[in-house]
């Protein structure tokens, strides 16, 4: 069978599965989400929000580009960030990075990427912003490593610059601020336990919003 066409047969089958176990599961589907999570991870392939988290539909918001970015002039991921925060009242934001990823090796290799280049120059500036500790780092693949670590503190940092989130925090004191790394070779998330109240200390002063909340 051609895979195209396979997706629908494996569709009826996670209908059945749902149906099984939920006979309303549907219903509720159609209800309404009210997710406690808005997740900003990397399109990459091998790492699904859902799966990974062990959440079920309706349970995480999910936003997905290359390497996680959160870029202030992307419309995108500010209207996601705009709608979790603002209509569907998310608990927590997630920045999950993951060991491996494509566009950070891209963003570390000094070549054309064509059409890439204007993306990747968001992580390359979070490569100069910590360049004397990547440099001084001899592995290379620690240093990729270490690059996915830093693009997710940096794209943490690049979420509580936005309007949405500073007026939620001034005005309900949430949501929090999460980075975290998956790793491919094991499955297992890590927590790189960012205190995302202490860096809005850090840039207040220049990106603080509170006067116009």
């Not at 069978?1 to 939920?22: G, S, T």
């Not at 009242?89 to 566009?103: E, L, M, P, S, T």
């Not at 004397?132 to 780092?137: C, F, G, T, V, Y």
């Not at 790793?183 to 205190?195: P, R």
Request: aromatic fraction near 8%.
């Amino acid at each position: 069978m051609h895979p195209y066409k396979e997706i629908f047969d494996n569709n009826k089958r996670w209908v059945e599965a749902q149906l099984k176990k939920d006979e309303h599961f549907f219903d509720k589907l159609a209800s309404d989400q009210r997710p406690e999570f808005l997740y900003i991870g990397c399109s990459d392939s091998r790492v699904p929000a859902n799966e990974i988290m062990g959440l079920e539909p309706g349970e995480v918001f999910v936003h997905r580009n290359v390497a996680n970015v959160v870029n202030g002039i992307d419309h995108n991921v500010n209207a996601v960030i705009q709608y979790a925060v603002e209509y569907l009242k998310v608990k927590h934001i997630i920045v999950c990075g993951h060991y491996g990823c494509g566009g950070i090796q891209a963003a570390m290799t000094s070549q054309d990427m064509g059409e890439l280049n204007a993306w990747l120059r968001n992580i390359r500036d979070v490569y100069r912003l910590h360049q004397d500790e990547l440099d001084a780092i001899a592995d290379e693949k620690k240093r990729y490593d270490r690059l996915v670590e830093l693009n997710v503190q940096e794209q943490c940092v690049n979420v509580i610059k936005t309007a949405h989130v500073q007026k939620s925090w001034y005005h309900n004191n949430s949501p929090e601020v999460h980075g975290w790394v998956f790793d491919l070779h094991n499955g297992l998330l890590k927590d790189l336990e960012l205190n995302m109240k202490e860096q809005i200390k850090k840039i207040q002063k220049i990106y603080d919003l509170k006067q116009g909340s």
